[in-house]
């Protein structure tokens, strides 16, 4: 199975900082790395995909990046709606893996 | 607008069973693969089975194999889950998604879930 390590696990900011989310895989996955954002009580939301590609409607401050094994999740200029836990999510191979989440809190 | 409406969760004891379902509107529901992914409390995100478009193809996690059983219903627009031999570590809340599209493996609308609590 592909492992998933997202860094950090948790992490504080503020309205207006920008922030990285990286997420390593333990073997090689091309660009098939996607991103999700999850508030509280409510399910994820696709945010990027193939690593680097929006879903509609995302706000233009997320981004993604990287291939291989090390990819990057950047917020520019934290909205307050940004505050959320984050999670990376490989479709490679099955099974279908996630990183463990990584919390950003103000 | 897409609509997936997971149903069936409760308290089930230890060795227990369950069928969730997922009812899906607001799209061509027989176009899609579908999955099934649940959320620990207080945990991440496991994914833990899948079934194509007319049901030929499936896959699940080794966690489940065996106890866990996928089905969709296209006539009904509607995606099960079967749940047997239930344990203390299934407790989770349970969410249906679609694949964005056949030919991927991530997920671009989710149901609010359902929960499921296993104990005595």
């Known amino acids: 199975d592909i492992q998933l390590t997202q860094s950090p696990s948790s992490l504080s900011a503020s309205v207006g900082d920008r922030v990285r989310i990286t997420c390593r895989a333990s073997?090689?996955?091309?660009?098939?790395l996607n991103w999700y954002q999850q508030k509280p009580g409510k399910a994820p939301t696709l945010l990027i995909h193939?690593?680097?590609t929006f879903q509609i409607g995302v706000p233009s401050r997320f981004s993604g990046s990287g291939s291989g094994t090390q990819f990057t999740l950047t917020i520019d200029s934290l909205e307050p709606e940004d505050f959320a836990t984050y999670y990376c999510?490989?479709?490679?191979?099955?099974?279908?893996?996630f990183g463990q989440g990584t919390k950003l809190e103000i | 607008q897409v609509h997936l409406v997971e149903s069936g969760g409760g308290l089930v004891k230890p060795g227990g069973s369950l069928r969730l379902s997922c009812e899906a509107s607001?799209?061509?529901?027989?176009?899609?693969?579908m999955s099934w992914i649940r959320q620990g409390p207080g945990k991440g995100l496991e994914w833990l089975s899948y079934?194509?478009?007319?049901?030929?193809?499936?896959n699940y996690a080794d966690s489940v194999k065996g106890r866990f059983t996928i089905f969709r219903d296209n006539a009904r627009n509607s995606l099960y889950l079967h749940v047997n031999g239930l344990r203390a570590e299934d407790t989770a809340v349970y969410y249906c998604?679609?694949?964005?599209?056949?030919?991927?493996?991530?997920?671009?609308?989710w149901g609010q879930g359902t929960p499921v609590t296993v104990s005595s």
């Open positions: 998604a679609r694949h964005q599209n056949v030919n991927s493996v991530f997920f671009d609308h």
């Open positions: 607001g799209f061509r529901f027989s176009d899609y693969y």
């Open positions: 079934v194509s478009v007319d049901s030929t193809y499936t």
């Open positions: 073997q090689g996955i091309t660009n098939s």
């Open positions: 193939a690593a680097s």
């Open positions: 999510q490989q479709s490679y191979s099955t099974p279908i893996t």
